[in-house]
């Protein structure tokens, strides 16, 4: 019996990694597993995909998913900085960069920032415990005010929500979700990684050992308990048919460039995630009323991303030889004479 | 009147940051340039946009003499808060060409004044109200020319090369020297010795270069696709100067496409992490910074030293720590470059010292980072990279891109998958690669600054990781030997100097004027870090071994004294300039002469 395959032709083994060294139960293994599912079902081929971290919990866990595929484990907060460079020597590249909040909120929020003001086509995921695990367990600056450490210190400062923040920017995709929920996780990576520009994507996971504690508000039992998603999200990829049997009126579809189709099944309140004052605003209701507001908040299918803007080649500037790169001995010789 | 003095002299021009006087004086070195004579600008400019002080040395000598001369014979005086302390710079004998409206109640009388009423000749005969503080500069320039003699058709050719882009502006340029022209011719007698005489044999075939210029040059050709830089003083027009050049020269003739991508980062951290990455997805990469920039890099450094990541980084040195004197020139980044990052680190450090080998080391180090997989650092300087150098014409490459050890798919066909990202297969300590994209199910790696085995995977062995950081000696030992090898010139003189980068143009003019004296000094200029054993060995030939270098601490003298068997250690000694001004051959002559009581 043969095993079955994804549109690429491969078994879903075929997106494994190596064993995860993080604690058991720790949040960061379901995004894992999400990513595995994910890109099995995208049919993602592996020597495209690039798996770029910063240093982290987080950004380990690019090694237990996808092992055939390049990764680069890079320095504290600078993810973003690797993967605009990767991605400019090799558009061709499927830019997939995990990080934390600590690597993100903190050391790296300049780079965050700047990453999603170009707007570089990549996906970034923010595996979001509110906690520095691998230093065992200081706050970070995605923790809730008045939220609690394990030992009972109590967090003094306003949270830099990354969402909030990427949005201020005018970041191109920005969502939210929680890795407890696999049903949304997925088509939002999927969504996120099909997406041209910028994806940002905070994964609210509870730190087991640190963070999983009553006061805590990165808890598992905290956001069952308060997360609120604004729409069922759905995806549909380019390779296959767009089936909506929903009454009119109750959903959304938004159509990425690729052809991929994001599909939206109205929960609440109707939020329509093209606006970006409205996924703001969404934000901060939620946060006044302490609520984890989840799903896709907001996306801009038309914004051109930077190797656009920037008028690079689709083909990889790496593969450029002597002959584009160089000067002739024509053009050499006069550019001399022009020193004279 | 005295002996005339023949295109030998130092013109000093005082002037106002921001008022357009570079122009100016570089229409007059463009001038003197044609006429046959070497021409040594050197810019003494402030960490301003506009109002403060700015000077402009124009060494002309007929030997071509490049390096900074310590004596001013001539003086443009065009700038009143620094009237008085510029008159104190002036050789006896010299010639003050001066606003008339500065006062000379009180100055010195063993000068000749030129008292020029630039104001109001601006004022009368410059119409355009908008250009009037610009073309200002432009009458001394033909006051110079008056006083020293340059022919009218130099002037204009100076002027029409200096607006090779703007043709329109050459006409009212060349309408306001005319100005101070035809004043000096008017109102003058020549009183002083100074004169300027075309002459041929000196300048044939040579251009008017900067470092920084020839450096991005050299970068176009060594193929660099990736560029992301953050602006700073000395080091931004290095990557200005490439964005020009890429304008012109790397845009797809039938797409309109870009054949490369620069980015202007957020920081110097983002600017070299960018490169770190397309470095590792397979593109020839830099960033170009200088001092604070350096520093910041530090950490990214490590990691593309640790996990063998290709990437060049130019630094172009100023005067430090911290801030220092970001418009002055230094060579103290020497010993902090070369070990950069925390951990055991030691990197691959070119040191051109002429504008020539800006161009070279630039585009050799596209191949030295593809070849060892490491980051190649080109220290460069103010003085070598903002100011203008007679050069011979740079030379066409002959050799294709050595792209170093890449496995494509074919190359893991052929070995059936069997690879390992840091196995030294070939005993030379350069393991081999693959870049994403190569469709191979091998192909694949995990790049991380953590702890790895040779398989790239994470491991904290003790064994795994001693191996690893001897074999990265070996590699850099490999590379030692393949690194451009220190340049000698040595007549069996007991007495020996060693130098790199723009320290060189002093070395060449001490050593002319101590063989005139009658002391011969051989020298040996170390080209790349780590040492060739040439240093060693030059060091073994000779009795005494002075170290020239432009820090403080004597930073290239202690890396040469480590690098020596203890019995060779003694003789070495050290010879340090670190005012930020280009060292002027005076500063070796002289600790030279006493310390080795030349007979006169």
Redesign the interface.
């Known amino acids: 019996m043969s095993a079955t395959v994804n549109h690429v032709g491969l078994p879903r083994d075929a997106y494994k990694g190596?064993a995860t060294?993080l604690c058991a139960g720790c949040g960061h293994n379901s995004i894992t597993n999400h990513m595995i599912k994910a890109l099995y079902e995208l049919g993602v081929?592996?020597?495209?995909l690039?798996?770029?971290s910063g240093i982290g919990c987080s950004s380990k866990t690019?090694?237990y998913f996808?092992?055939?595929?390049?990764?680069?484990?890079?320095?504290h907060g600078?993810m973003?900085?690797?993967?605009?460079?990767?991605?400019?020597?090799?558009r061709?590249?499927i830019m997939l960069g995990v990080s934390g909040d600590g690597d993100t909120a903190s050391i790296g929020l300049?780079?965050f920032m700047?990453l999603i003001r170009?707007n570089v086509d990549c996906t970034y995921i923010i595996e979001d415990n509110g906690t520095y695990g691998l230093t065992k367990g200081q706050f970070s600056a995605t923790a809730d005010l008045g939220s609690m450490q394990k030992k009972g210190a109590v967090n003094t400062f306003q949270p830099i929500d990354p969402c909030a923040v990427a949005l201020a920017l005018g970041c191109s995709f920005v969502a939210r979700s929680f890795s407890g929920d696999g049903k949304q996780v997925v088509p939002l990576i999927k969504a996120a990684i099909a997406h041209r520009g910028t994806a940002i994507l905070d994964i609210v996971s509870p730190c087991v050992t640190f963070n999983d504690h009553d006061g805590s508000t990165k808890s598992y039992s905290w956001v069952k308990d308060h997360e609120e998603s604004i729409a069922d999200v759905s995806f549909i990829p380019f390779f296959e048919e767009v089936h909506v049997d929903y009454e009119p009126g109750t959903v959304r579809d938004v159509r990425l460039h690729d052809g991929s189709h994001i599909v939206l099944k109205k929960l609440g309140e109707d939020h329509d995630p093209t606006n970006r004052q409205a996924a703001i605003r969404v934000i901060e209701e939620a946060r006044a009323e302490g609520h984890l507001v989840t799903g896709l908040l907001y996306v801009d299918t038309a914004m051109a991303d930077f190797?656009s803007t920037?008028?690079?080649?689709q083909r990889?500037?790496?593969?450029?030889?002597?002959a584009?790169?160089?000067?002739s001995?024509e053009?050499?010789?006069q550019?001399?004479s022009?020193?004279? | 009147m005295t002996e005339p003095i023949v295109n030998d002299l130092t013109i000093q021009a005082a002037t106002v940051n921001g008022s357009g006087s570079q122009t100016a004086n570089l229409v007059l070195t463009r001038a003197i340039f044609h006429m046959g004579v070497p021409v040594a600008p050197k810019n003494v400019f402030p960490s301003n946009i506009e109002g403060l002080p700015t000077w402009y040395q124009l060494r002309i000598t007929p030997e071509g003499h490049m390096a900074r001369s310590d004596k001013v014979d001539v003086l443009v005086a065009f700038n009143v808060a620094t009237w008085r302390q510029d008159l104190t710079t002036v050789r006896a004998g010299g010639v003050v060409i001066h606003e008339e409206a500065f006062s000379t109640a009180e100055a010195r009388t063993d000068v000749t004044y030129y008292a020029v009423p630039f104001s109001k000749l601006a004022k009368a005969k410059i119409q355009s109200d908008t250009l009037r503080k610009q073309l200002a500069n432009m009458i001394y320039v033909g006051v110079v020319a008056g006083v020293l003699g340059i022919p009218w058709e130099a002037l204009e050719h100076g002027v029409r090369r200096q607006f090779?882009a703007k043709p329109k502006a050459v006409p009212i340029n060349l309408d306001a020297i005319k100005v101070g022209y035809d004043y000096w011719q008017d109102n003058f007698s020549k009183e002083d010795p100074y004169r300027l005489e075309a002459m041929t044999g000196r300048v044939e075939g040579?251009?008017?270069?900067e470092g920084n210029?020839a450096a991005a040059?050299g970068a176009?050709?060594g193929?660099?696709?990736?560029v992301?830089w953050y602006p700073i003083t000395p080091s931004s027009s290095l990557c200005e100067y490439f964005i020009a050049y890429s304008d012109r020269?790397?845009v797809?003739p039938k797409?309109?496409?870009?054949?490369?991508?620069v980015?202007q980062?957020?920081?110097e951290?983002?600017?070299?992490?960018?490169?770190?990455?397309?470095?590792?997805?397979?593109?020839?990469?830099f960033t170009s910074t200088s001092g604070p920039g350096i520093s910041l890099m530090a950490?990214?450094s490590g990691?593309a030293y640790y996990a063998e990541v290709p990437v060049v980084i130019f630094d172009i040195q100023r005067i430090g720590p911290s801030t220092g004197l970001p418009t002055r020139t230094s060579q103290a980044d020497i010993g902090f470059v070369y070990t950069l990052s925390h951990g055991d680190t030691k990197h691959i450090v070119l040191l051109p010292g002429t504008v020539e080998e800006c161009y070279e080391f630039a585009r050799d180090a596209f191949d030295y980072a593809d070849r060892f997989q490491t980051p190649i650092f080109v220290l460069s300087d103010l003085d070598l990279g903002m100011n203008l150098w007679m050069t011979p014409?740079?030379k066409?490459?002959e050799k294709?891109?050595d792209r170093g050890k890449v496995l494509s798919k074919d190359d893991l066909e052929k070995v059936a998958g069997e690879w390992a990202r840091y196995r030294d297969v070939d005993k030379d300590g350069v393991t081999y690669r693959?870049?994403?994209?190569?469709?191979?199910?091998?192909?694949?790696?995990?790049?991380?600054?953590?702890g790895h085995d040779e398989n790239a995977?994470?491991t904290e062995g003790a064994d795994a990781y001693a191996n690893n950081m001897d074999r990265l000696v070996r590699k850099l030992e490999t590379a030692r030997h393949a690194l451009p090898a220190p340049v000698i010139d040595e007549a069996g003189s007991s007495v020996g100097l060693i130098a790199f980068g723009s320290t060189h143009a002093a070395v060449v003019e001490a050593r002319e004027t101590l063989l005139s004296a009658g002391q011969a000094i051989d020298y040996l200029r170390v080209r790349a870090l780590p040492l060739s054993d040439d240093v060693a060995a030059f060091v073994e030939r000779h009795e005494r071994v002075y170290v020239a270098e432009q820090n403080r601490d004597g930073q290239l003298f202690d890396i040469v004294r480590l690098a020596l068997p203890p019995a060779l250690v003694d003789r070495v000694r050290s010879i340090r300039h670190y005012n930020g001004q280009p060292i002027p051959a005076a500063a070796i002559i002289e600790p030279l002469m006493d310390r080795e009581a030349v007979p006169a």
């Open positions: 190596a060294t081929e592996p020597h495209l690039a798996k770029m690019p090694a996808v092992e055939t595929a390049h990764g680069f484990n890079g320095v600078r973003p900085a690797l993967t605009t460079g990767a991605h400019l020597a090799n061709q590249l300049g780079q700047h170009r190797a920037e008028e690079i080649p990889p500037l790496k593969d450029l030889g002597e584009e790169l160089r000067l001995r053009q050499f010789a550019f001399m022009e020193f004279a | 090779l040579k251009a008017l270069v210029q040059l176009l050709m193929g660099a696709s990736v992301a020269f790397r797809d797409t309109g496409e870009k054949l490369v991508s980015v980062a957020e920081d951290l983002a600017a070299v992490g960018m490169a770190i990455g397309a470095g590792w997805a397979g593109a020839r990469a950490e990214f990691l014409e740079f066409y490459p294709p891109f693959t870049l994403p994209g190569t469709d191979h199910p091998a192909a694949g790696y995990f790049t991380r600054g953590s995977r994470y």
